[in-house]
């Protein structure tokens, strides 16, 4: 084998370890988990979910915050705009925002969940790319929170 050879196989041994080490830390990162249901059709990020009951996991510990919904039909993957610590009243919840029959979802509120970095209850928020502004123009909008439930680790 000559040292060129050589080389390579020592970048690939390493290259194999860091991808292994990443994977422990996301393995090991704390995911919380609940359901709630949707009594109408809602968007959420680029997904589109119909009515019925859902669970979801997020991680709360890095970004990009993922949550993973699942639900009888399939399920969904939607990433987070931002993370904040806001005070969440003792209720976790989803915040919805209607307007005549489209529905955004605009937050995920975790009341008893607070990461390693923050000892406030988390707020996710999201966005609808593309008609965000144009739905957000049309008016009028109501906003309703749907109960989430948190499952016990």
């Known amino acids: 084998m000559n040292q060129t050879q050589g080389s390579v196989i ?27 249901t949707l009594p109408y059709e809602a968007h959420w990020g680029l997904a589109t979910l119909p ?30 705009a931002g993370v904040s610590t806001e005070n969440a009243d003792g209720r976790s919840e989803l915040i919805i925002v209607r307007s005549g029959n489209k529905v955004i979802v605009r937050a995920l509120r975790l009341a008893h969940v607070a990461s390693s970095k923050a000892t406030k209850p988390l707020v996710f928020t999201y966005t609808m790319p593309g008609g965000e502004r144009q739905f957000m123009a049309q008016g009028p909008h109501l906003i309703q929170r749907l109960p989430v439930l948190l499952a016990s680790k």
């Open 10 to 36: 020592t970048k690939l041994v390493l290259l194999t370890l860091l991808g292994i080490f990443a994977s422990v830390g996301v393995l090991n990162a704390e995911d919380c988990s609940g359901s709630f």
């Open 51 to 80: 009515p019925g009951a859902y669970t979801f996991k997020i991680n709360t510990e890095s970004s990009p915050y993922t949550v993973r919904i699942y639900g009888k039909d399939g399920g969904a993957l939607v990433y987070a």
